[in-house]
C-alpha cells in the first residue's frame, strides 16, 4: 500500500476482510490468475477469491473480500501496470484504494486512481528466494545478415633498402543501445541478469529491480586487435580495421530461470523475450602494400 503496509486476509470469525498489516506475513500472499477478457482473479493463501462485495448500508461502500470462487463479474478486476506500480479496478468502474474506517482496509472506492489505488508488487515469499538466469537462447538467427563496415586505419613506411617487421595495433570503441522485452513480469523486485553469445557479440539480458518490461542497456564495446606484416623495402604499407556488422537486429529468446527459495529445492522454469542491438563478427585488420614513389620519398 502507499504508506508501506502490506495487503493481508484477515478474518473474525465468519467475516474476512483485506487488510494492511505492517509486517508481511503468509496471508499476506496472494496469486494472479489471468481470466476472460484481459481481466485478472486474485486468489488469497487459503483459496478464497477477492471479490468487490457490494455492502448495503446508508454509505454505499465495496470493501474487498475473500469468498468463495464464483462466476460473479465481482470476482474479475482490470490490471494496470506503470512505473512500477500496479491498479486495480473493479466491475463497478471503480479502482482499489486503501481506505481508512479505524484501520487500514481494501475497497473498491475511486473513479480515477490517486496514490491510494497503486500498490507496489512484491514476491509473496516471506523469506525471499534467489532467481539467476542460468540461460538465453536466441532464435531465429536467419534473419542476421552484417554487411562490411570500416572502423580505422593506420599508416607505416618503410623506406629503408631492407624489409622491415611491423606490428599494427587497431582499437575498435563504440557502444550499442540494447533493448530487452520480456512478455510479462516474472521477477517481483528480484534482479538477475545473463550474457549470451551471438556471432562475435555478447549482449546481456536482465531482469531489474524496478519490474521493467522494456528497458534498454548500453554495452560498451572496446576492441583492440594487433597484426604483424614484414614491409619490403620502399614500401608504405597500410592497414584497415573492418567488422561486419548488422544494427537493431531483433532475436526472441528463451531464458531458463532458476528459483531457490531460503533451504527449499531448486526450481526451473521458462521466460520469453525479445532482444534487440547491434549484432556484429570478424574484426579484422587487412594490410596492403604500396610502393613509395622516389618524390615522395623526397618530400
Given at each position: 500500500?502507499?504508506?508501506?503496509?502490506?495487503?493481508?486476509?484477515?478474518?473474525?470469525?465468519?467475516?474476512?476482510?483485506?487488510?494492511?498489516?505492517?509486517?508481511?506475513?503468509?496471508?499476506?500472499?496472494?496469486?494472479?490468475?489471468?481470466?476472460?477478457?484481459?481481466?485478472?482473479?486474485?486468489?488469497?493463501?487459503?483459496?478464497?477469491?477477492?471479490?468487490?462485495?457490494?455492502?448495503?448500508?446508508?454509505?454505499?461502500?465495496?470493501?474487498?473480500?475473500?469468498?468463495?470462487?464464483?462466476?460473479?463479474?465481482?470476482?474479475?478486476?482490470?490490471?494496470?501496470?506503470?512505473?512500477?506500480?500496479?491498479?486495480?479496478?473493479?466491475?463497478?468502474?471503480?479502482?482499489?484504494?486503501?481506505?481508512?474506517?479505524?484501520?487500514?482496509?481494501?475497497?473498491?472506492?475511486?473513479?480515477?486512481?490517486?496514490?491510494?489505488?497503486?500498490?507496489?508488487?512484491?514476491?509473496?515469499?516471506?523469506?525471499?528466494?534467489?532467481?539467476?538466469?542460468?540461460?538465453?537462447?536466441?532464435?531465429?538467427?536467419?534473419?542476421?545478415?552484417?554487411?562490411?563496415?570500416?572502423?580505422?586505419?593506420?599508416?607505416?613506411?618503410?623506406?629503408?633498402?631492407?624489409?622491415?617487421?611491423?606490428?599494427?595495433?587497431?582499437?575498435?570503441?563504440?557502444?550499442?543501445?540494447?533493448?530487452?522485452?520480456?512478455?510479462?513480469?516474472?521477477?517481483?523486485?528480484?534482479?538477475?541478469?545473463?550474457s549470451f553469445k551471438i556471432e562475435d557479440a555478447t549482449p546481456i539480458v536482465r531482469y531489474t529491480e524496478n519490474n521493467?518490461?522494456?528497458?534498454?542497456?548500453?554495452?560498451?564495446?572496446?576492441?583492440?586487435?594487433?597484426?604483424?606484416?614484414?614491409?619490403?623495402?620502399?614500401?608504405?604499407?597500410?592497414?584497415?580495421?573492418?567488422?561486419?556488422?548488422?544494427?537493431?537486429?531483433?532475436?526472441?529468446?528463451?531464458?531458463?530461470?532458476?528459483?531457490?527459495?531460503?533451504?527449499?529445492?531448486?526450481?526451473?522454469?521458462?521466460?520469453?523475450?525479445?532482444?534487440?542491438?547491434?549484432?556484429?563478427?570478424?574484426?579484422?585488420?587487412?594490410?596492403?602494400m604500396e610502393p613509395i614513389c622516389q618524390v615522395c620519398t623526397i618530400m
Amino acid at each position: 500500500m502507499d504508506n508501506s503496509m502490506f495487503w493481508d486476509s484477515l478474518s473474525s470469525g465468519l467475516h474476512w476482510t483485506v487488510e494492511g498489516v505492517p509486517e508481511k506475513r503468509r496471508s499476506s500472499k496472494f496469486w494472479l490468475i489471468p481470466a476472460p477478457s484481459g481481466r485478472v482473479m486474485l486468489k488469497n493463501w487459503i483459496g478464497l477469491f477477492l471479490a468487490a462485495v457490494d455492502v448495503y448500508s446508508e454509505q454505499k461502500i465495496f470493501p474487498i473480500q475473500p469468498v468463495q470462487y464464483s462466476k460473479k463479474q465481482s470476482l474479475r478486476f482490470e490490471v494496470f501496470f506503470r512505473n512500477n506500480m500496479v491498479a486495480f479496478r473493479a466491475y463497478n468502474g471503480l479502482f482499489l484504494a486503501r481506505t481508512f474506517r479505524g484501520f487500514n482496509t481494501l475497497e473498491a472506492a475511486k473513479f480515477f486512481p490517486d496514490e491510494t489505488c497503486c500498490f507496489l508488487p512484491q514476491i509473496g515469499d516471506t523469506d525471499l528466494p534467489v532467481f539467476e538466469i542460468l540461460s538465453v537462447v536466441p532464435n531465429d538467427l536467419s534473419q542476421i545478415h552484417c554487411h562490411q563496415y570500416f572502423v580505422d586505419k593506420q599508416v607505416f613506411y618503410n623506406p629503408r633498402e631492407i624489409p622491415t617487421p611491423y606490428t599494427f595495433g587497431l582499437t575498435w570503441v563504440t557502444n550499442s543501445i540494447d533493448r530487452v522485452t520480456w512478455n510479462h513480469l516474472w521477477g517481483l523486485g528480484l534482479p538477475s541478469s545473463c550474457s549470451f553469445k551471438i556471432e562475435d557479440a555478447t549482449p546481456i539480458v536482465r531482469y531489474t529491480e524496478n519490474n521493467e518490461q522494456n528497458f534498454s542497456l548500453v554495452r560498451p564495446i572496446d576492441k583492440f586487435i594487433i597484426k604483424r606484416v614484414e614491409v619490403p623495402p620502399k614500401t608504405k604499407a597500410v592497414a584497415t580495421l573492418w567488422v561486419d556488422i548488422q544494427h537493431n537486429v531483433v532475436l526472441p529468446f528463451v531464458a531458463t530461470v532458476q528459483k531457490v527459495k531460503n533451504g527449499g529445492f531448486p526450481e526451473r522454469f521458462y521466460e520469453r523475450g525479445a532482444w534487440r542491438g547491434m549484432v556484429y563478427k570478424n574484426l579484422r585488420i587487412e594490410v596492403t602494400m604500396e610502393p613509395i614513389c622516389q618524390v615522395c620519398t623526397i618530400m
